[in-house]
Nanobody
Framework: QLQLVESGGGLVQPGGSLRLSCEAS????????IGWFRQAPGKEREGVSC????????NYKESVKGRFTTSRDNAKNTVYLQMNSLTPEDTAVYYC???????????????????WGQGTQVTVSS
């Protein structure tokens, strides 16, 4: 069974940091790009970032550039999203998803991804 499992979410104060993990089981992430998405209450899901299968190419939503960094450890079959300088506007459920082919094609579109994790809640509040 192909599965992605996110972890690392939680409650953090504004200005704080969190690191999300996305671990795959049932398939080898070496051949997949991984995207991170988020969905806040009452809002549409939006793409946050994407990393190619090799890790050589990354993409970010404009509002998170310079604050969020995605990386991967293919030996551990895991992708990470380091989030710094968090603001209340970053509050959302965060999801990771896999895209076949290795490259982040139209990375911001959820339709390009096939396997999704269950999500992890990130709440930024004082």
């Amino acid at each position: 069974q192909l599965q992605l499992v996110e972890s690392g979410g939680g409650l953090v104060q504004p200005g704080g940091s969190l690191r999300l993990s996305c671990e795959a089981s049932g398939f080898n992430l070496d051949y997949y790009a991984i995207g991170w998405f988020r969905q806040a209450p009452g809002k549409e899901r939006e793409g946050v970032s994407c990393i190619s299968n090799s890790g050589d190419s990354t993409n970010y939503k404009e509002s998170v550039k310079g604050r969020f960094t995605t990386s991967r450890d293919n030996a551990k079959n895991t992708v990470y999203l380091q989030m710094n300088s968090l603001t209340p506007e970053d509050t959302a459920v965060y999801y990771c998803a896999s895209q076949q082919g290795g490259w982040c094609r139209s990375w911001f579109s959820g339709a390009m991804y096939d396997v999704w994790g269950q999500g992890t809640q990130v709440t930024v509040s004082s």
